[in-house]
């Protein structure tokens, strides 16, 4: 069995579905994840982001981690892996950015250099290699190594028992939201309303700022009484907040 069957079959197994973001491949990796067939059911699609302005546009890649660390970067990587998940909403995604060469290479950061994240509910992985071959050699290689990273992932995720996985739901549902103001005038959520019932927030995780669907929103990982992990953004134009992803199990310590 391919590599690409064996991801096909460990999504299909576990009812998950995934997404692809690639620059250095130019769409490889999503050519070889279709080359099965029935691979409509659990593969929603991907983005081919080439340019530092498609990365932000279209995976919602900051300027500033562009700006800091370039496109061929673990920092890079891992926000094309959310940006791709967030904007399929698709369960897992993966995300390639390299140099494949022949030129484009640097000093500390030569040709063949390339880093692979995947991102999933609770699990974020970022690997870094650099190949030897020439600019498809290359390619190929990239693509190999991210389907082995999903091969990987899946087959931990899938000893794991199904009653323990986090249960993820995209929700995308405008919430009342309780707030405290800073002194930058930046509001935190302290609790919300949703489907009639009050959540108290218990912790704070991440936070971030990301471009959505023409959008600005301020988004906070948070977490609740019962185990239970949430994503809240708030519209930065509308002031508006949106549920955008809950976990009814605690994936991660926020």
């Given at each position: 069995m391919?590599?690409?069957?064996?991801?096909?079959?460990?999504?299909?197994?576990?009812?998950?579905?995934?997404?692809?973001?690639?620059?250095?491949?130019?769409?490889?990796?999503?050519?070889?994840?279709?080359?099965v067939?029935?691979?409509?059911?659990?593969?929603?699609?991907?983005?081919?982001?080439?340019?530092?302005?498609?990365?932000?546009?279209?995976?919602?890649?900051?300027?500033?981690?562009?700006?800091?660390h370039?496109?061929?970067?673990?920092?890079?990587a891992?926000?094309?892996?959310?940006?791709?998940?967030?904007?399929?909403?698709?369960?897992?995604?993966?995300?390639?950015?390299?140099?494949?060469?022949?030129?484009?290479?640097?000093?500390?950061?030569?040709?063949?250099?390339?880093?692979i994240?995947?991102?999933?509910?609770?699990?974020?992985?970022?690997?870094?290699?650099?190949?030897?071959g020439?600019?498809?050699?290359?390619?190929?290689?990239?693509?190999?190594?991210?389907l082995?990273?999903?091969?990987?992932?899946?087959?931990?995720?899938?000893?794991?028992?199904?009653?323990?996985?986090?249960?993820?739901?995209?929700?995308?549902?405008?919430?009342?939201?309780?707030?405290?103001?800073?002194?930058?005038?930046?509001?935190?959520?302290?609790?919300?309303?949703?489907?009639?019932?009050?959540?108290?927030?218990?912790?704070?995780?991440?936070?971030?700022?990301e471009?959505?669907?023409?959008?600005?929103w301020?988004?906070?990982?948070?977490?609740?009484?019962?185990?239970?992990?949430?994503?809240?953004?708030?519209?930065?134009?509308?002031?508006q907040?949106?549920?955008?992803?809950?976990?009814?199990?605690?994936?991660?310590?926020?």
């Amino acid at each position: 069995m391919t590599l690409e069957e064996q991801v096909g079959a460990l999504l299909l197994k576990q009812d998950l579905t995934l997404a692809t973001a690639e620059s250095c491949t130019g769409g490889l990796l999503g050519h070889r994840l279709t080359n099965v067939a029935g691979s409509s059911a659990y593969y929603l699609g991907g983005v081919v982001a080439y340019s530092y302005e498609a990365k932000e546009r279209l995976l919602g890649v900051q300027h500033e981690t562009l700006a800091a660390h370039g496109a061929v970067s673990e920092e890079t990587a891992r926000e094309m892996a959310r940006g791709a998940r967030d904007r399929l909403h698709a369960s897992i995604a993966v995300a390639i950015t390299g140099i494949a060469g022949p030129g484009g290479g640097m000093p500390n950061k030569p040709v063949g250099l390339v880093h692979i994240a995947l991102a999933a509910p609770g699990a974020e992985i970022c690997e870094e290699h650099t190949w030897q071959g020439d600019r498809v050699a290359n390619k190929q290689r990239s693509a190999e190594a991210a389907l082995r990273m999903l091969v990987s992932f899946l087959k931990v995720q899938a000893a794991v028992e199904p009653n323990l996985r986090p249960a993820l739901e995209f929700v995308r549902e405008p919430v009342g939201v309780d707030i405290h103001l800073r002194r930058d005038g930046t509001a935190i959520p302290l609790g919300f309303v949703w489907r009639s019932r009050h959540y108290r927030i218990e912790s704070w995780g991440r936070e971030s700022v990301e471009a959505r669907d023409g959008h600005t929103w301020h988004c906070y990982l948070v977490q609740t009484a019962g185990a239970e992990t949430w994503e809240l953004c708030q519209d930065t134009e509308t002031a508006q907040w949106h549920l955008v992803r809950h976990w009814a199990a605690r994936a991660q310590s926020v």
